[in-house]
């Protein structure tokens, strides 16, 4: 019998080791940071206890009561079908919009610099009528609008939920 060499973990950049944080607590109870650890080191991938939990508390991981009365982490999100409220929407607009322009069907909405993915996020997911979509840069969303709603009036609505 033949010991088999320990396999080499591999060091993952800090977004692709919290997707693969992610999934390991979709797919399966973790009950604590050292489980979490090993999980990873079965997926080839080398992290600290350390590492772990500070990319817990950035993913917003919280410890809920399992059946049975075990605790396990799980990751509070909104669903991508579920509709932000509007009032949700009025508030990041609110927050961070501090500019917005338009031409024909193209509505450009600015931010402060690395605020961007959280108003496209946040429009995105409101389920307005007439945008087809957006693409959030550092301090720059550029939303497509329906041709027959226009960017004009787009631009007005996003204005107004900016209080701008």
């Known amino acids: 019998m033949t010991a088999e060499k320990p396999k080499e973990l591999?060091?993952?950049?800090k977004t692709q080791r919290q997707y693969l944080v992610a999934k390991l607590i979709e797919a399966q109870a973790v009950p604590n940071q050292g489980a979490l650890v090993d999980l990873l080191a079965a997926e080839g991938v080398a992290a600290t206890q350390a590492t772990v939990s500070r990319d817990l508390e950035e993913l917003g991981a919280i410890k809920v009561r399992m059946p049975g009365g075990e605790t396990a982490?799980?990751?509070?999100?909104?669903?991508?079908?579920?509709?932000?409220p509007e009032d949700h929407l009025r508030r990041v607009f609110g927050d961070w919009v501090v500019e917005v322009a338009h031409s024909d069907n193209l509505v450009v909405v600015r931010t402060p610099p690395g605020s961007a993915h959280v108003v496209g996020s946040a429009l995105d997911r409101s389920g307005m009528p007439g945008v087809i979509g957006t693409v959030a840069g550092d301090d720059t969303i550029l939303v497509v609008v329906a041709a027959e709603v226009g960017g004009g009036p787009m631009a007005q609505r996003l204005s107004d939920l900016a209080g701008l």
């Open 10 to 13: 591999a060091k993952l950049g």
């Open 73 to 84: 982490y799980a990751i509070p999100a909104l669903p991508k079908e579920q509709l932000a």
